[in-house]
């Protein structure tokens, strides 16, 4: 790979459209294409055109896009983050077991807990970070491996390569929900991962204005599998909301780059704050997943949680007294976001499975944008002035 991400990310996204030479890739807003002979399609971008929920040629450079900056060789996306974890699912039949980290995505809990479960695949979930714990748990055969790194809300980081030696040892595959590092800063298929699994809504769109997800590998049979079931299931997103993504990743790299800025200076201001308790931030050097962030990652991302001295109902009034930070489901666009949790993101997880893996009731978490530092330390000053 000779070009940078930046520049991948601008001219793979910036695909010039054969056809009319657009410089920026146009929506083929369409959901089916004309045949001169029958069974015979045609091709564009090396694919077949039939029928739009197999292949339509926006979607088609999205993929190509979303593979060249995770620097693998197939992408593929979905109308969500959920719809590409369920397409992993649909691969798997009953017998299968997956093993989960325990601290992931509510929705991702809630897909294998209240869907697949019932369907005979079996769930386990294990603390990644602890190694000998995972080596332990990996005893029992096991299909598929599921890590988060950093974790939502707790930014808890599990060592991606070693976590994959284990894996490999045992012959389970192992997916990456590589959602809050983005490709910019973290890059799991070179440290051993076999599939990378975006929540594209977040950072690689990063304005705020679609749902998409992705699935990202290197290896030739599986994008077949995962094809197939995207077409199969319907499991595809629209031209308009692919065009949207591609627009959004030729900033992705600069983007990251404010992103990581502010947080680290958020981070800071928080971890001297009088009014809290504790600051998660894999950033912050007594982080307990500091030194794998900082071999692992080029940078520690964007996302933190932090509790505050006056408990669950402090947490709320400081929650509710934002002027610039939106309270808000979702992470990873230009505007900073908080959230809480225990009632919003994470509140199909059952409060007692929440609580032993420690998210509080109390925790709120952060998605720092990209405005000016100074007015985003002054709003965070002036909420917690309220408790
Ligand atoms: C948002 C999110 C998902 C789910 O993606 P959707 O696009 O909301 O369906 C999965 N994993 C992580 C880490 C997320 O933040």
């Not at 793979?12 to 054969?18: F, K, M, P, R, V």
């Not at 299968?96 to 005979?120: E, M, N, P």
């Not at 991606?160 to 890059?187: H, M, S, Y």
């Amino acid at each position: 790979m000779g070009l940078g991400i930046s520049t991948r990310a601008i001219h793979q996204a910036g695909h010039i459209d054969e056809a009319s030479k657009a410089v920026t890739f146009p929506i083929y807003q369409t959901s089916t294409f004309g045949q001169e002979t029958p069974g015979c399609p045609t091709e564009y971008l090396g694919r077949k055109l039939s029928y739009g929920r197999s292949e339509n040629p926006t979607r088609t450079v999205l993929e190509e896009t979303l593979a060249s900056v995770e620097g693998a060789r197939f992408g593929l996306t979905f109308s969500t983050g959920l719809a590409a974890i369920a397409a992993v699912m649909n691969t798997l039949k009953s017998g299968d077991r997956v093993l989960a980290c325990s601290d992931l995505y509510g929705g991702a809990y809630r897909l294998f807990t209240q869907v697949y479960a019932k369907l005979g695949i079996r769930f386990d979930f294990v603390d990644t970070t602890d190694l000998s714990g995972l080596e332990q748990a990996l005893q029992t055969p096991t299909t598929l491996l599921w890590l988060e790194s950093p974790s939502n809300p707790l930014l808890n980081v599990t060592d991606i390569a070693e976590a994959c030696r284990l894996a490999k040892a045992a012959g389970a595959l192992v997916l990456v929900d590589n959602t809050f590092a983005t490709p910019v800063l973290q890059r799991p298929l070179e440290l051993g991962a076999n599939i990378v699994m975006h929540s594209t809504t977040k950072y690689l769109n990063g304005h705020g204005d679609v749902v998409n997800g992705s699935l990202i590998m290197d290896d030739e049979g599986l994008w077949n599998r995962f094809k197939f079931v995207q077409n199969a299931c319907g499991l595809v997103p629209g031209p308009q909301d692919c065009y949207l993504i591609l627009r959004g990743i030729k900033t992705l790299p600069l983007r990251m780059e404010r992103h990581c800025s502010n947080a680290a200076q958020i981070a800071n201001h928080l971890a001297s704050h009088s009014k809290v308790s504790r600051v998660y931030y894999p950033g912050l050097a007594d982080h307990p997943g500091h030194e794998i962030a900082k071999r692992q990652m080029s940078g520690y991302g964007a996302m933190l949680s932090f509790e505050v001295n006056a408990g669950d109902a402090g947490a709320r009034t400081v929650l509710e007294s934002f002027k610039l930070f939106t309270l808000a489901e979702s992470l990873g666009c230009v505007m900073s976001l908080v959230n809480h949790p225990a009632s919003m993101t994470h509140a199909s997880v059952p409060a007692d499975v929440r609580h032993s893996v420690g998210i509080s009731d109390g925790l709120i978490r952060v998605s720092v944008g990209i405005e000016d530092i100074e007015d985003l330390v002054a709003d965070l000053d002036q909420a917690l002035a309220m408790v």
